[in-house]
């Protein structure tokens, strides 16, 4: 895969990310979205490749734009699929809050997992806890093992977990273990890649999200040396039918980050507002300033992009 396309699509994070920050702490979560949509889609038409769309916006009878199986880019010999999220953090982009984020990953034909809009049972770590996780054992187990993997105690570790009402167990015994928890609205995507963020004070990410972004932070931490493991998790009959008719035979299968993002991956990622891993979009008179990331799972190479936009220009 082209090394150069990292840079190609960082500016269609970019065009996604300058169009929700917008509507930053304007109380609308369809038009946040909207926006963004419309901005990565116009952008990635500018690309020179042949792209399909693996996770995105939702199934075809569902999002106009961006949908599951949509061809993106200009066309060209380069055929690529795309996880991507226009706006991770709807929710937090619409209430002026930390850590909403624009994201794509990329990677050649066959190599991410197609995930159904279902949810996933999830676990990431950093590169120093890379092999110390599983799903099978108890989050106290697995505490341990981080911790043994990382020369520390279970008292030095910070679990990041989605507040829901789902996670009231799990935070319960993450807290008798003896470990710190960082509860968060939204946004488990930039909380996995909090993971391997030194700087960031988060060692483990627990709990259940969406499956479409569990695939999109193991592209991310396959980037960055990390771990992700994920376990579908179904709410009806419906859903298994749905995994059923897009490939996926063992219900019950955990997925390590090979499963769910193989081969040669890239990950580009645009801060839309404030946030522990990227720094949100600022505007001034004529222009605006983003922060962004792109990585490459083949070298491992990490470049944060600061960039100022001039409107007029």
Request: proline share 3%; hydrophobic share 40%; net charge neutral.
């Amino acid at each position: 895969m082209n090394r150069n396309f990292a840079l190609e699509f960082v500016r269609v994070t970019e065009a996604a990310a300058l169009s929700s920050a917008r509507l930053m702490g304007r109380g609308d979560e369809k038009q946040a979205d909207q926006a963004a949509v419309d901005a990565m889609r116009n952008a990635l038409n500018s690309v020179e490749f042949d792209g399909r769309v693996v996770i995105g916006e939702g199934e075809r009878d569902e999002a106009p734009m961006l949908y599951i199986g949509e061809k993106v880019g200009k066309g060209g010999s380069a055929r690529l699929e795309l996880a991507l999220d226009p706006l991770e953090g709807t929710t937090i982009c619409a209430k002026g809050l930390n850590n909403s984020i624009s994201v794509i990953a990329i990677a050649e034909e066959g190599n991410f997992l197609h995930a159904p809009d279902c949810y996933m049972e999830k676990i990431a770590v950093g590169p120093e806890a890379k092999g110390a996780i599983d799903l099978n054992r108890s989050p106290t187990e697995n505490l341990k093992e981080i911790a043994r993997a990382k020369k520390c105690s279970v008292s030095d570790l910070t679990a990041i977990i989605l507040d829901r009402p789902r996670h009231e167990e799990l935070i319960k015994e993450v807290r008798m273990a003896g470990a710190r928890i960082w509860l968060i609205g939204d946004g488990d995507v930039s909380a996995a890649i909090a993971t391997t963020e030194p700087t960031s004070g988060v060692d483990v990410l627990f709990g259940t999200g969406g499956a479409p972004e569990g695939v999109i932070a193991a592209a991310a931490l396959r980037c960055r040396g990390g771990d992700f493991i994920g376990r579908l998790v179904f709410k009806d009959d419906a859903e298994r039918a749905r995994a059923n008719r897009m490939g996926i035979s063992d219900l019950r299968k955990i997925y390590g980050i090979q499963d769910l993002a193989k081969g040669n991956v890239m990950f580009c990622a645009t801060g839309v507002t404030q946030g522990t891993f990227l720094n949100g979009i600022r505007f001034f008179k004529g222009g605006a300033e983003s922060h962004s990331v792109v990585m490459r799972s083949e070298t491992g190479t990490i470049r944060y992009i600061h960039t100022q936009h001039h409107f007029n220009r």
